[in-house]
């Protein structure tokens, strides 16, 4: 039957992750994310699962991954300062390909700056924190409905593509109340064994791809390590082609399937003279912007970013051909918009709204800077 | 049509929790969008608290409330801080025993502000026998003076809410709040 809620985007979160299979969560709570460790708290042991809130959150990462390499579904939920102390671990899930999902709830940063005021800090953190080559999965939920949807596909993306998926949502999406609509049937991907053999081979995945994940403990001989590894997924250092070949694998298997990972929100675009660029709970202020904008006879469209990474290219490159100029709002001081402005490359005008201080865009300072720009080109 | 409500007052008089039943009984009983915030700081019993509800039959994009057409005030230092937001004609809902409302009177004059005096927290104590059901009491006044939600819809919300073997005393609180104005 079709559940209806009026709940936080935090405790969204955490009915996705039970719905998508999660059931195993370990965590250290962090101000503005307390309340998805506290909801999986109460909701895991009714499911079956475990709960574990550990010393701190380089433990917690490492934990999950643990727990996944036992056959669990898992997640860890923390802000920015926790995100931090996770890089080393994080890149060890990439290079061990272990299924997991992190919760960014982002916070004023850097350091510990202001935990109960929102923000869009770690966009770059995600793409670039661990050390190494790799490309990472996020989605970025604008709202409690989203961040129930995003969480679940998080568990798909990354069971499918075998990585950790960073869920980068921020204080404003995590700490407001909306309604959402559990549906009675989700699809989720469930993780698939691989048959046991007497020349198993753990990592003898095809190029671009990924081969099914075995679990400790159900007879197969695995060794995972951070090193530079070869199928059986023993260290092999040195040896230039294995490096090559194992992390080109694993960048490719990302980049090659963009076009079913990324994810965006095309809205009035078709006639607009101008379009903004946003992801994450910018875009309520842009709805809202774009309104006023058009009751004033200036067409204004909005892309929505719903994977921040992979960075959505191809979309973002085909509207830098229908107008000239694009409007990146983002609560920091220009992280995206880097983005955006590589991959235009010049073909349009890109010009950042960035805001720190903890505090939504209002709709009226998008709107300012639209009519600025539409005065320019009159 | 869009409605922001803001209600604010001391930490401890269940004003986060009158939001959440606002926006509860507007989304999930009359089926018209909500989004409700609040604000997040050191808000032990005592400090000051905030809530803020936006309701609206059409989809709600900005969730954040800038100039309330609704304000609640459970206490004179948060009718003092968020009073100069109400937007002109717009209705303000206080508790006299909680304010000085001497101080208003000018505001009130000059942005042409419909004040409402609801006696919560002494009708709480005094007919319903707990004070801690002033926040029950003040949204039977919100939902009396306003059209944001129906008063089904908020009865259902308080039912949903409320501790199991509290339902009766919290619709008479409800009740006794409609009664107030």
């Not at chain 1, 709940?7 to 992750?17: K, W």
């Not at chain 1, 920015?80 to 390909?97: A, D, V």
């Not at chain 1, 379009?275 to 006023?292: D, E, F, L, T």
Request: aromatic share 6%; hydrophobic share 40%; with cysteine.
């Amino acid at each position: 039957m079709v559940e209806e809620q009026f709940v936080l985007g935090n405790e969204a979160c955490a009915l996705g992750a039970i719905a998508a299979g999660c059931r195993f969560f370990a965590g250290y709570p962090i101000t503005p994310s307390t309340e998805i460790a506290e909801k999986m708290s109460y909701l895991l042991p009714k499911y079956g699962g475990t709960f574990i809130q550990m010393e701190d959150e380089i433990a917690s990462i490492g934990t999950i991954i643990g727990a996944s390499w036992s056959g669990l579904k898992t997640m860890t939920a923390t802000s920015g300062p926790g995100i931090s102390l996770m890089q080393e671990n994080i890149g060890y899930g990439f290079i061990t390909e272990t299924p997991m999902v992190i919760v960014n709830v982002q916070r004023g940063s850097p350091s510990t700056a202001q935990p109960t005021m929102s923000a869009q800090a770690d966009m770059m953190q995600v793409r670039w924190g661990s050390h190494g080559d790799y490309e990472p999965i996020a989605l970025a939920p604008s709202s409690v409905q989203e961040f129930f949807d995003f969480t679940i596909e998080a568990f798909n993306l990354a069971e499918k593509y075998r990585l950790p998926v960073t869920i980068l949502a921020d204080e404003v999406v995590g700490h407001m109340r909306e309604k959402l609509i559990i549906p009675d049937k989700v699809n989720i991907v469930t993780r698939t064994r691989p048959e046991l053999t007497d020349d198993y081979l753990p990592f003898d995945a095809p190029e671009n791809g990924t081969t099914p994940m075995p679990a400790f403990g159900e007879g197969y001989n695995i060794h995972v390590t951070g090193l530079t590894h070869d199928k059986r997924g023993y260290p092999d250092t040195n040896n230039p082609e294995t490096h090559h070949n194992l992390i080109k694998r694993l960048c490719d298997k990302v980049l090659a399937n963009r076009a079913d990972i990324c994810s965006i929100k095309k809205e009035f675009c078709d006639d607009a003279d101008i379009i903004i660029v946003s992801c994450g709970s910018p875009y309520r202020s842009v709805g809202a912007a774009i309104k006023m904008a058009r009751e004033e006879g200036i067409k204004v469209g909005s892309l929505k970013i719903n994977t921040p990474w992979p960075f959505p290219e191809e979309e973002i490159k085909s509207i830098a051909n229908d107008v000239d100029n694009i409007i990146v709002p983002e609560m920091n001081l220009g992280q995206m918009v880097h983005e955006v402005e590589r991959v235009v490359a010049g073909k349009a005008n890109v010009h950042l709204i960035g805001k720190i201080g903890g505090v939504l865009h209002k709709p009226e300072e998008i709107l300012e800077k639209i009519k600025e720009i539409h005065e320019g080109e009159c | 049509m869009r409605k922001e409500v803001r209600i604010a007052g001391f930490g401890g008089q269940g004003v986060l929790m009158a939001g959440i039943i606002l926006g509860k009984a507007a989304s999930l009983f009359d089926n018209i969008n909500a989004v409700q915030t609040q604000s997040y700081g050191p808000e032990a019993r005592g400090g000051a608290s905030r809530t803020e509800v936006v309701v609206s039959d059409e989809e709600i994009d900005y969730p954040k409330v800038s100039h309330p057409d609704i304000l609640v005030a459970m206490s004179h230092e948060a009718l003092i801080k968020y009073m100069d937001d109400l937007k002109d004609e717009g209705i303000l809902i206080i508790d006299p025993d909680l304010v000085v409302e001497e101080e208003i009177v000018d505001f009130v004059k000059e942005h042409n502000i419909n004040l409402y005096r609801a006696p919560a927290t002494n009708t709480a104590t005094e007919k319903i026998g707990l004070r801690i059901v002033a926040n029950i009491v003040m949204i039977g006044a919100i939902v009396k003076v306003t059209d944001i939600v129906s008063v089904e819809a908020a009865k259902q919300a308080i039912l949903d809410s409320v501790p199991k073997g509290t339902e009766d005393k919290n619709i008479q609180a409800f009740e006794a709040g409609y009664a107030l104005l």
